[in-house]
């Protein structure tokens, strides 16, 4: 399907990747990217709708896919949706970790409620599912586990105390597990986003302050569309591009700045 130099350089022929946050965003550009490279794609998302448009657009043009919606807040969905994927396809090699939402507001008005909402999505959510897939990755060899960080994940930004606090501990996670499943020969990463437009981040760059703000600090003074981080997650996971570096098989617990063209 679709790029051929994507596809020769990095063919993810006859593996299965799994997409969480594949509605939208950049998880719909992730998993349309590794369609690309010719991996089979499992999409989790809440929006069937959109769910379904993102499958659409990969098995257009032939490539496979298949929607799995499920609401990772709930305590169970984690478990279950990858108990589903590898029912489906029989295996699970690659896991892209992009699924998020977030409340923007003081911390001085966070509750409880909102607290654990973010934490569940964001934080629960990746950890129970890469604990999942980790015995499946190992009894098929190996695999990848992409996190999907932020800028909040290295810098303090206003409005995001729980939104900040669960992005570094995503950073932290990732050097944590790709230290203790090595072993395994599973890979963990981590992608930290800049400010890439997304409906999450929409009504920032709708407000004019706030877009002004925000070019401000970007070097190249626009705003980038979702399809940066896109490019740069096929690198950990496919093949080796020649020997002897195999980058894809020692590569582990690096946060690359995807957009990273900010600065302060």
Request: with cysteine; aromatic share 6%; charged share 15%.
């Amino acid at each position: 399907m679709g790029d051929t130099m994507l596809h020769d350089l990095f063919s993810l022929e006859g593996k299965v990747a799994l997409v969480t946050g594949a509605s939208s965003g950049i998880g719909r550009e992730l998993a349309v990217t590794l369609a690309q490279a010719g991996a089979r794609v499992a999409l989790g998302g809440r929006s069937i709708e959109r769910l379904a448009a993102t499958r659409e657009t990969i098995t257009g043009p032939g490539g496979e896919a298949e929607s799995f919606p499920s609401d990772l807040g709930e305590l169970d969905a984690a478990q279950a949706l990858a108990r589903d994927v590898h029912a489906h396809f029989g295996r699970i090699d690659i896991l892209i970790n992009c699924a998020g939402m977030n409340r923007r507001q003081p911390a001085t008005e966070v509750l409880p409620a909102t607290y654990d909402e973010i934490m569940a999505v964001n934080l629960r959510a990746p950890f129970f599912l890469s604990q999942a897939v980790i015995p499946l990755m190992a009894d098929g060899g190996g695999g990848k586990i992409i996190n999907i960080g932020s800028l909040a994940t290295t810098y303090g930004l206003g409005k995001l105390a729980v939104y900040g606090l669960m992005k570094s501990a995503i950073g932290q996670l990732t050097r944590t597990l790709a230290v203790e499943w090595a072993t395994h020969n599973v890979q963990v990463n981590c992608i930290c986003p800049g400010w890439i437009q997304t409906p999450l981040n929409q009504a920032l760059w709708d407000d004019a302050h706030t877009r002004s703000w925000i070019l401000e600090r970007v070097p190249a003074g626009r705003g980038v569309p979702p399809t940066s981080p896109a490019s740069r997650s096929t690198w950990p996971r496919g093949p080796p591009i020649s020997p002897p570096a195999r980058p894809s098989t020692w590569t582990a617990a690096s946060r690359r700045a995807a957009s990273g063209e900010h600065a302060w």
